[in-house]
């Protein structure tokens, strides 16, 4: 990469933390003003980055984009503004008996930390980039942004319209593809937010690791779905197949795979189908049904189904209109379940983030579990089930970034909940009380009382007998 790329990019976050030093400490008006402005180019502009996103893609239903997109990023901002106050004050801590007597004084302060960096995906672009810009605002920081490549015209759109209500010292857009991803990652940010594939959220903390910039990483994983016995098959098919049909499977928290007992396979799988009838009459000639993002994902996609089929699986087509898939370069496919899956396919062993679901069998819950369990921790776990005791075994003997009950994907939508993964999946998260103070620095406050303190506690030499009494009372 053109090393000017590289020095512009020094430059503006130069220019932003000046910016942000010479403005401390400013008022949280600030911060609410700068979420409104966020909110309001949103509200404004939807319909147009909608359209962007749906040409990006090649087909991305406006209804979905508004949904995932838009509305739900607005709502997370109004949901900011309503807490950051009491997100933002200062809590008392307790200082040791009798420090608290004679006037001694502890408090922690969560402060701004300084510049963000932000990096986002393809998969939804606006919320991943807007959704953090509106915590990083709460706790009082700037922000870059440096939205995928994949999306062009939403990260051009985006970069248009930042500039248009941001002053470039609050909140700035950069594009460019992966030099200039990579060379983001290596500023010295205050702090550096990564939505993204494993593969590259380890990139990214490496190169963070030379400036000792503290990370969030929210990656993606394999996401299970555990069907408990006696699950309602019926609506647990259509919720996995909502789950996973959305954005055409292009979502880090889709149902990468069931878990389903031995007996109920049949009726698990047909009611997956069902749901996909129910929602999507037709897939090609349907708005409402997303295109793979680009011809290389799509060909991977194809990849993981041929590589399944010539190692034994059962390939399943779920194509309700029954319409023809091989005469159309809409790069749209249909949901194509696998069964009789062995761990030597391709399917099983990475993400799939597209609409290929395969299914595995259990004859008791604990090989399911065994299994997760000798994998890499997932970012999502669904279980569908009555059975309390059955629940509580497989979330007390799994490990995963969140859970959804009785459905898929659902518990990010709760913005009260921190979102986020664990180990391979993804470190710290967003969203809740927990996303605030992921981007604040909770700085430790002492007040030291009037009086001698190291004297009466001893700690002061000549040591002697006030310092041998005191150790003998910290040792009790
Ligand atoms: P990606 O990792 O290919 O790209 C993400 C971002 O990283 C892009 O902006 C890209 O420009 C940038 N990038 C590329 N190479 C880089 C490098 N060497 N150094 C620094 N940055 C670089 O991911 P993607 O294909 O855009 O998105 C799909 C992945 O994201 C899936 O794995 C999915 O699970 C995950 N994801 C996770 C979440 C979450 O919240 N946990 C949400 C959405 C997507």
């Not at 942000?20 to 949103?42: G, N, S, Y």
Request: charged share 25%.
């Amino acid at each position: 990469m053109a090393d000017n790329r590289k020095a512009e990019l020094t430059a503006l976050l130069e220019k932003q933390r000046a910016a942000f030093t010479a403005a401390r400490p400013e008022p949280l008006d600030v911060r609410r003003d700068r979420i409104e402005r966020a909110m309001a180019l949103l509200k404004e502009h939807g319909e147009e980055l909608c359209r962007a996103m749906s040409a990006d893609f090649g087909n991305r239903s406006p209804h979905q984009s508004m949904i995932t997109d838009i509305a739900g990023t607005v709502g997370f901002g109004r949901y900011c503004l309503k807490h950051l106050g009491q997100w933002s004050k200062s809590e008392k801590r307790k200082v040791q008996f009798p420090l608290g007597l004679l006037g001694a004084k502890a408090e922690l302060r969560y402060e701004p930390k300084g510049v963000i960096g932000i990096l986002a995906p393809w998969n939804f672009p606006v919320n991943l980039s807007f959704g953090p810009l509106m915590q990083v605002f709460a706790a009082g920081n700037r922000a870059m942004i440096k939205p995928s490549e994949f999306t062009e015209r939403t990260s051009e759109l985006m970069a248009e319209l930042v500039a248009k209500r941001f002053d470039e010292a609050e909140c700035a857009v950069v594009n460019g593809g992966p030099e200039v991803a990579h060379a983001f990652s290596e500023l010295p940010f205050d702090h550096l937010v990564f939505t993204g594939s494993t593969a590259t959220g380890r990139k990214v903390m490496e190169a963070a690791a030379k400036n000792l910039v503290p990370v969030t990483l929210e990656l993606g994983g394999k996401s299970p779905v555990f069907l408990g016995k006696n699950a309602d098959l019926k609506k647990a098919g259509e919720r996995i197949a909502l789950g996973k049909m959305m954005n055409a499977g292009q979502i880090c928290l889709a149902p990468d795979y069931l878990y389903v007992p031995e007996e109920d396979e049949e009726g698990a799988v047909a009611a997956v189908q069902l749901g996909v009838h129910e929602m999507y009459p037709k897939l090609l000639d349907n708005e409402d049904y997303a295109s793979v993002v680009s011809d290389r994902h799509f060909d991977r996609l194809k990849g993981l189904v041929s590589d399944a089929r010539e190692k034994g699986a059962e390939v399943i087509e779920v194509n309700p209109g029954e319409e023809d898939f091989g005469s159309s370069n809409a790069r749209k496919m249909p949901l194509t379940i696998l069964r009789n899956v062995t761990d030597d396919m391709a399917a099983m062993q990475e993400e799939i983030f597209g609409p290929v679901l395969p299914v595995k069998t259990y004859k008791a819950i604990d090989e399911a579990i065994e299994y997760v369990n000798a994998h890499d921790r997932p970012l999502g776990l669904y279980y569908f089930g009555e059975d309390s005791g059955e629940r509580e075994k497989v979330l007390t003997k799994t490990i995963s970034g969140g859970v959804t009950v009785n459905d898929v994907v659902f518990h990010v939508s709760m913005e009260d909940l921190p979102f986020g993964g664990v180990g391979p999946s993804g470190m710290g998260s967003y969203h809740g009380i927990e996303g605030f103070r992921e981007f604040s620095h909770a700085r430790s406050v002492y007040t030291q009382p009037k009086i001698d303190i190291a004297k009466l506690g001893g700690f002061k030499p000549p040591y002697g007998a006030a310092t041998a009494k005191a150790i003998k009372g910290m040792m009790k």
